[in-house]
């Protein structure tokens, strides 16, 4: 059995590795031009071949087989961003005092769940908006005062001109 786990565990370094390096290169601008390339050749040899059913079915099947490999490439590099990302937030989560460290298992929760916790988070962002406001106007607020404050203080002094 522990050989077993061995050799699968293996295989799937392997394929993730093959994974990546395929991802790397077919999402390489060489490789859309590649791809271009290949369907201007087949548009090209339309004539020769009299545009016949053989003809497009290459293109046909050939797409298809592509399209069909590249949902394994892609799913797998998306489960590996997913898991990479989350584990960097565990960390960040892990690592900042007051947060809750509970929320580190998010992913295993019900769906009702989720709901709940993101009309939390929708309440906690609306109440930092109004904080941030509320910044805002002191700040506008205090500009107003100074620049007044700086019209009175030219007036008493003489000088009516607003040097802005």
Known sequence: MECF??????MRDQFSTLARKAADALGSPWAFFG????????VVSGPYFRY?????????TGTT????LMIFLLQNSQNRDARVVNLKLDELIRA?????????????????DLDRLQKEFASLSEHAS???????NVREGRKKNA?????????????????S
């Open 96 to 112: 900042l005092g007051p947060a809750r460290t509970e929320l580190v298992g998010m992913d295993k929760l019900s769906e009702a």
């Open 65 to 68: 087989i592509a399209t069909f």
């Open 35 to 42: 791809g271009i390339l290949l369907v201007l050749g087949w």
């Open 52 to 60: 016949s059913d053989t003809w497009q079915l290459v293109i046909n």
């Open 5 to 10: 786990l061995q050799h699968t565990w293996r």
């Open 147 to 163: 620049k007044n404050a700086a019209t009175t203080n030219r007036k008493s002094a003489g000088t009516d001109k607003d040097p």
């Open 130 to 136: 109004r904080g941030l406001e509320r910044i805002t």
